[in-house]
């Protein structure tokens, strides 16, 4: 047996290679066949070889990849050997994400085991997405965010007072804005998607903020486990144990909301949350469902699960995603003073007109605060690209290129903020870039930190107040400026798919 084994591991081996190297450029044709300009692709890696080895980080990498694509509308492009059209071509943009949204509806996650994930908005497929979507968007509407109002002038209220203990009124004193922010919009998403009132900057030993805070954290072997499955075999992912938070907190988190429901099904209370919306929303659903008008409504009602996966989801992707927003503009502010002066300015005299408890009508009174977070997302979008999965055949309009169903369709944000056809002199941070005359001028399909079309970040009014609300407590009460350990220009993390600083953000806080 040994001396067969001896014989034949050569000729196997050989097999072998060649059956992996034939599973893995079979495709490598594909968009020539379509007659769509590409990128050659190489064995394993496709296109995103420097990636995979982690050469450059994702920004980086999307936008270098997008400048050498530049001139072309859409470009042939494979992520290992998943076959992705990139498109640059805003009016392009504009019929995958609105004009023809039907046949693009999806997004290309992965399915994982967990229901937890699985059930999660930013997962579902098709009509379930269509359901959850329909009864999720009125909880986010300008009318009941002005309800939550209160709920969020309470987080705010805690960084300021936690910022007047750990500062220093002559010296200041150094943070690193990310973790410091990171305590607000936890706090911010706990009280309106769990219905707890935590604050994690002064009580950051309380059970939820300690699991919370380790939600996204993985050992080593899992996160190269699914890297490498992602890449080589992203169909075994319902099999294993694939995921991208920690599911002891997941799970953790998911008892908290259950425990929540529990208790405000047995004492009747209501809060002005987020948590209470949704519950509400299912409720008027079930109620409907019994309508007299006989139709069959059960198809709009979301199952316990259902619920509590999207606070779930809110906490994994809201507090990281809003409290980049807050710690770039920090950083855009600390290097322009005149800026953060103005801004400063403009905060007072709209509370001073609103009064601090109407704070969601007097954050509708700072175009400057507005402008300049509408910068901040165009230099420092937290996702670097938006994507979509073909779920129809699709023919380009004006030209005879299909796009087969399950081919990704990638639009690069990163690269489109930093196009100087649209930004001139991107690399400067300009607010005026926003003003209702500048914009008008534009595309709007060259400015998507939110995404675009009906499946676009279903909370960008709830990031944007909630985050404007941390801003005006900060600048009202608060200098901020540069320090010894902030580094200028700050260069990506290479270890984030979500926009991170390599060495943090540091800065100086100082009482006014
Ligand atoms: C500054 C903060 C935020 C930014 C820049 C942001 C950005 C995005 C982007 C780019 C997408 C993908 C859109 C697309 O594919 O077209 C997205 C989706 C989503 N975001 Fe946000 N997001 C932010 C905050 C939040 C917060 C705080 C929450 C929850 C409380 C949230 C919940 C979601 C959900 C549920 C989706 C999936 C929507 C769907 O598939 O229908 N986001 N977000």
């Given at each position: 047996m040994f001396e067969f084994l001896q014989k034949v591991w050569l000729p196997l081996l050989i097999i072998l290679l060649a059956f992996l190297y034939g599973h893995f450029t079979k495709n490598f044709d594909y968009w020539k066949k379509k007659g769509v300009f590409y990128f050659e692709p190489v064995f394993l890696?496709?296109?995103i070889k420097d990636r995979i080895l982690f050469r450059k980080a994702f920004h980086q990498f999307w936008l270098d990849t997008y400048r050498s694509m530049k001139g072309h509308k859409f470009v042939g492009f494979f992520e290992g050997r998943k076959q992705t059209l990139v498109v640059l071509d805003p009016e392009v943009i504009n019929h995958v994400c609105i004009r023809d949204f039907s046949h693009f509806v999806d997004r290309p996650t992965l399915e994982l085991k967990y229901p937890l994930h699985q059930r999660q908005l930013l997962n579902l497929k098709g009509q379930e997405w269509k359901k959850v979507r329909s009864l999720l968007t009125p909880a986010f509407s300008s009318g009941k965010l002005k309800i939550m109002e209160p709920l969020l002038r309470q987080c705010g209220k805690q960084l300021k007072q936690y910022l007047e203990k750990a500062t220093?009124?002559?010296n200041g004193a150094i943070f690193d804005m990310k973790e410091l922010f990171g305590h607000y919009t936890m706090d911010a998403i706990a009280t309106i998607a769990f219905g707890i009132q935590t604050d994690s900057l002064q009580n950051p030993d309380s059970e939820f903020i300690k699991s919370a805070s380790r939600l996204t954290s993985l050992t080593i072997f899992k996160r190269l486990m699914t890297f490498f499955v992602l890449l080589f075999a992203p169909r075994l992912t319902k099999y294993?144990?694939?995921?991208?938070?920690n599911q002891d907190v997941m799970n953790f988190l998911a008892s908290v909301v259950k425990d929540t429901i529990r208790h405000r099904e047995s004492s009747n209370e209501k809060r002005a949350d987020f948590l209470q919306m949704m519950l509400d929303a299912n409720a008027e659903a079930k109620a409907a469902q019994k309508s007299?008008?006989?139709?069959?409504?059960?198809?709009?009602v979301m199952d316990e699960t259902t619920i509590v996966a999207q606070s779930v989801l809110f906490m994994v992707i809201g507090f990281d995603i809003s409290s980049s927003l807050l710690t770039f503009a920090s950083y855009e502010l600390a290097l322009h003073e005149e800026i953060q002066q103005r801004l400063r300015q403009e905060i007072v005299s709209a509370l001073e007109k609103h009064g601090e408890e109407n704070i969601y009508e007097a954050v509708q009174d700072m175009p400057l605060l507005e402008m300049v977070f509408n910068e901040t997302l165009r230099k420092h979008p937290p996702l670097a690209k938006i994507d979509r999965a073909c779920t129809d055949d699709y023919t380009i309009p004006d030209t005879s290129i299909v796009i087969d169903k399950g081919v990704h369709v990638c639009i690069p944000v990163l690269g489109l903020h930093y196009d100087p056809e649209y930004y001139p002199e991107p690399e400067k941070f300009i607010p005026e870039r926003f003003s209702p005359e500048e914009k008008s001028k534009r595309s709007p399909y060259v400015f998507l930190p939110f995404g675009i079309g009906p499946r676009n970040c279903v909370a960008s009014r709830f990031a944007l107040l909630s985050t404007k609300v941390a801003m005006v407590y900060l600048l009202k009460n608060f200098e901020i400026s540069i320090c010894e350990k902030t580094q200028i220009p700050y260069k990506y993390s290479r270890f984030t798919m979500l926009l991170k600083a390599e060495k943090g953000i540091w800065l100086n806080i100082k009482p006014l």
């Open positions: 890696f496709g296109n220093d009124g002559e294993l144990p694939i995921s991208f938070a007299e008008d006989g139709s069959d409504r059960s198809q709009f």
